[in-house]
Nanobody, 133 residues
Framework: QVQLVESGGGLVQAGDSLRLSCAAS????????TGWFRQAPGKEREFVAT?????????????DYAISVKGRFTISRDNAKNAVYLQMNSLKPEDTAVYYC?????????????????????WGQGTQVTVSS
């Protein structure tokens, strides 16, 4: 069982930056793939980014992004702190949404992109990000 708590949202102007944090409780956090999703009013929840740590030979982090945020957002994680982050730069009004942290157990060493809501088992309560023009 994993509990997720997001923080760091707020009201900013277009072009500004924000850093979202997600604190996870529970054991063996490194065995979970984590992601960020967002949901704007009247729209479905959509994928933003995902990151997985593979404890194989290379000890590699794998990350993927939605096309709409690639090059502007950066996902990272600190397994020692049980935390996931989303650095958001060059924010646009269309980035306005509630941002959710998500996790799914995955202790495998291989990577596959997880960009669907149904692929995650645990969700935080969300944090509001509002970007004014």
């Amino acid at each position: 069982q994993v509990q997720l708590v997001e923080s760091g949202g707020g009201l900013v102007q277009a072009g500004d930056s924000l850093r979202l944090s997600c604190a996870a409780s529970g054991r063996s956090f490194s065995n979970y793939v984590t992601g960020w999703f967002r949901q704007a009013p009247g729209k479905e929840r959509e994928f933003v980014a995902t990151i997985k740590w593979s404890a194989g030979i290379t000890n590699t982090y794998y990350a993927d992004y939605a096309i709409s945020v690639k090059g502007r957002f950066t996902i990272s994680r600190d397994n020692a702190k049980n935390a996931v982050y989303l650095q958001m730069n060059s924010l646009k009004p269309e980035d306005t949404a509630v941002y959710y942290c998500a996790a799914a157990r995955d202790g495998t060493s291989y990577y596959r992109r997880r960009d669907q809501v149904m692929e995650y088992d645990y969700w935080g309560q969300g944090t509001q990000v509002t970007v004014s023009s």
